[in-house]
Each structure stands twice: as structure tokens, then as C-alpha cells.
């Protein structure tokens, strides 16, 4: 895990020095211990746009904007950011390493036996990254599962990794990485023959990697569930199961931005459309229970 702490200013996202934020496994609440402290631990992949640090060292993306806006509202003026690979997300909040999980993170029911999901703050479709003239002809998870040739990275603790799964994929055509540079850098050198993640998160580093060798298929098919229905992923900010009064309070703020239209202004700067709010009747109780 990267042990860099990064503090995130809620009105201006700026790296500093800190000093380790004081536990909240206490008597107080979290919440209590945020407002208290001033702060609070953010846990990041380096996933842009949802979470990454830029070139100049600052922690930005679509999960600590939302999320620090949201925090500011209820009182918590700073977010103290933690980096870790994407499969140490869970793990870390869970030994509270930290205390909200800030990244391109959907909601399923089995993360939600693990932790709590706040209700969904954007929702997004799957694609898959290849080299130019799609070589291996793939448009579906299907298509790669019936090919014996075709090898497909992702990111490992993925919900792809779980679609793969569900198409019948051999855990032994798929390559793990952990993050999308690195999964880039494998399709560009052979190791894998196609890369799936989330549609916004494949445009982004297709942007700036601006590799004319590299497209998104077209046209893609959703990826099936295990009960064969076509998935959308519905992305969340996480919390501890115990953390009741925390979750309850940041779904109230983010009920209100999605309502005022704030959500999307947030949204915006990375990528993503109306499109991409989701529903006001789609909630993380719903989708834990699907």
C-alpha cells in the first residue's frame, strides 16, 4: 500500500503534510470524531476519474470532490486521503485504515455484507480497450469466453473480474493488474489482448495515454449477471457497517445535490452526463438485495 497521506482541502483539493488522524474507534461516532478532528480518511485507488493523483501530487477525481463537498456540508471541512491498490480498498476500511472508501467502487451484494454502501452516486456501462481494428474481434464477455486465445486484464477486487466470472471466462485467460496504467501497459506490450473496465474510466486513460494504436470496441454488449440480466454499475461512496449515523447523514446530503443538480456540476469536469445520475429511486438497499 502507498503509506503517502495526501489532505484534501474541501473548498480546494491541495497535498499537505499530516500528522495521523486520531482513530475513531472510540465511543464518538465517526461522524463525531470527523466533526471533532476537522477531517476524516478517505480510501483511494488510483482509478481517474473516479480517484487519482494528478502530476503535481494532487489527490482529485469525481469520489473526492462528491465526497468533500458532501463531508463540508455536514460539518468535516478537510479529507485526508489514503492510497492503496484497488483489491486493498475493503480490507483497509474494514482495519480502519480509513473511513469512507472514495473510488470507482459499484454496489453488490457481496461488498455489501463486508461494508455499507451509501446509495448510488453515479451509474456507468462496461467496455473493453483493444488494439486498433479489435484483432481478436470482441464486442461481448461472451466473445472472449469462447475464444481459448484471447487473454483480458482488469483490475484485480473488480466487479469485472466478476462478470468475466459469470460468462464463463478461465480464471487462467485473466490477468489481474492493479490499476488501469499498468493493464494499459500490458495490452500496448501483448501480455493481454484486451483490458474491461468502466466505460468513463477505459475514455480516460485512452485519453491520456494517446496511444493511435489503442480503441473502445464498438459496439459493446452489457455484461450478464449471474442470473443472466444485462449489469449497469451503480458506484457508491463506502462506509463500516457500524457507521449508521455516517451513512445516514451523507445519503441526506446526496439526496439534496442530486436534487438541486449540484451532483452532475460535480460530475461534470470528468466525463459524465445526465446520463450517468442515477435514479432517485435506485437505492444501495435496493441494489444490496438484487
Known amino acids: ?33 470527523a466533526k471533532s478532528d476537522g477531517r476524516i480518511r478517505v480510501g483511494f485507488a488510483n482509478e481517474a476519474p473516479y480517484a487519482f493523483a494528478s502530476p503535481e501530487g494532487k489527490l482529485t477525481g469525481l469520489m473526492p470532490d462528491v465526497i468533500g463537498y458532501i463531508m463540508k456540508e455536514l460539518g468535516v471541512p478537510e479529507l485526508e486521503g489514503v ?26 451484494p457481496v461488498r455489501c455484507k463486508q461494508v455499507a454502501a451509501s446509495n448510488p452516486q453515479y451509474v456507468v456501462t462496461e467496455s473493453i480497450a483493444v488494439k486498433k481494428g479489435n484483432p481478436k474481434n470482441l464486442h461481448s464477455y461472451a466473445d472472449i469466453a469462447k475464444d481459448d486465445g484471447v487473454k483480458i486484464g482488469t483490475l484485480a477486487g473488480s466487479i469485472n473480474a466478476q462478470y468475466l466470472a459469470a460468462a464463463k471466462v478461465p ?10 496504467p499498468s493493464a494499459i501497459a500490458g495490452l500496448q506490450g501483448g501480455r493481454v489482448d484486451g483490458v474491461t473496465m468502466s466505460i468513463i474510466s477505459l475514455q ?7 496511444d493511435a494504436n489503442l480503441e473502445l470496441v464498438q459496439p459493446f454488449e452489457d455484461p450478464l449477471d449471474e ?8 458506484g457508491s461512496a463506502w462506509f463500516r457497517r457500524e457507521d ?8 441526506g446530503k446526496l439526496a439534496e445535490i442530486r436534487d438541486s443538480g449540484k451532483l452532475l456540476e460535480l460530475m461534470e469536469p470528468y466525463g459524465f452526463t445526465a446520463a450517468q445520475v442515477p435514479p432517485a429511486d435506485v437505492t444501495s438497499a435496493e441494489l444490496c438485495q438484487a
Open 227 to 234: 442470473k443472466g440480466k444485462p449489469s449497469r454499475g451503480y
Open 83 to 108: 492510497l492503496t491498490d484497488f483489491g486493498g480498498l475493503i480490507p483497509g476500511l474494514l482495519a480502519k485504515r480509513f473511513d469512507i472508501l472514495g473510488a470507482g467502487l459499484y454496489v453488490t
Open 204 to 210: 480516460d486513460v485512452l485519453r491520456k495515454t494517446n
Open 244 to 251: 449508521e449515523e455516517l451513512v445516514a447523514a451523507y445519503n
Open 171 to 180: 480464471t487462467s485467460r485473466i490477468v489481474l493488474f492493479p490499476d488501469l
Open 1 to 33: 500500500m502507498n503509506r503517502r497521506h495526501l489532505l484534501l482541502g474541501a473548498g480546494g483539493l491541495c497535498v499537505g503534510a499530516t500528522g495521523l488522524l486520531s482513530t475513531v474507534a472510540n465511543a464518538a461516532s465517526s461522524l463525531a470524531a
